[in-house]
């Protein structure tokens, strides 16, 4: 598989994220750590897709599929998130190349997540 159908295939929504977060699998969110601290998912484990951000450039982590090697083992399920959903596409597609066989990235990210979260609460206070 190929780019864009790769990714396709191993992108969930978040709906679909949240099932399987709930059942014991682990959260992998690629944010920055600053971002990170700001706010996330409850249990979620932070390694960062890249080193450093700036409006010129983006640097990839290099360190990347070793951290997640050290935390993670390749036949393990898991959710991998960012901010939006961008991020974490690349980041899926690294690891799904480095042999992780059931990783998934969570479409709409951190920023969906969030967006559920908020929609179940208004539905729960009805």
């Known amino acids: 598989m190929e780019g ?7 992108t969930v929504d978040v709906i679909e994220a949240r099932k399987v977060v709930a059942s014991g699998r682990r959260y992998l ?7 990170f601290e700001a706010g996330h998912v409850e249990g979620a484990i932070n390694i960062s897709f890249y ?6 450039e983006k640097v990839k982590n290099p360190q990347f599929v ?11 399920e898991f959710i991998v ?4 959903g961008v991020r974490s596409k690349l980041a899926t597609l690294d690891l ?5 066989k059931n990783v998934k990235n969570m479409a709409g990210g951190y920023l969906a997540w969030k ?3 908020s929609e179940e609460a208004l539905v729960g206070s009805n």
């Open 81 to 84: 998130a960012c901010n939006s």
């Open 96 to 100: 799904a190349n480095a042999g992780f």
């Open 66 to 76: 070793q951290q997640v090697s050290e935390l993670f083992g390749k036949d393990d």
């Open 51 to 56: 080193s450093s951000v700036t409006p010129e």
């Open 4 to 10: 864009q159908s790769m990714i396709e295939s191993l």
């Open 115 to 117: 967006k559920t979260e």
């Open 29 to 35: 969110d690629v944010r920055l750590p600053e971002v």
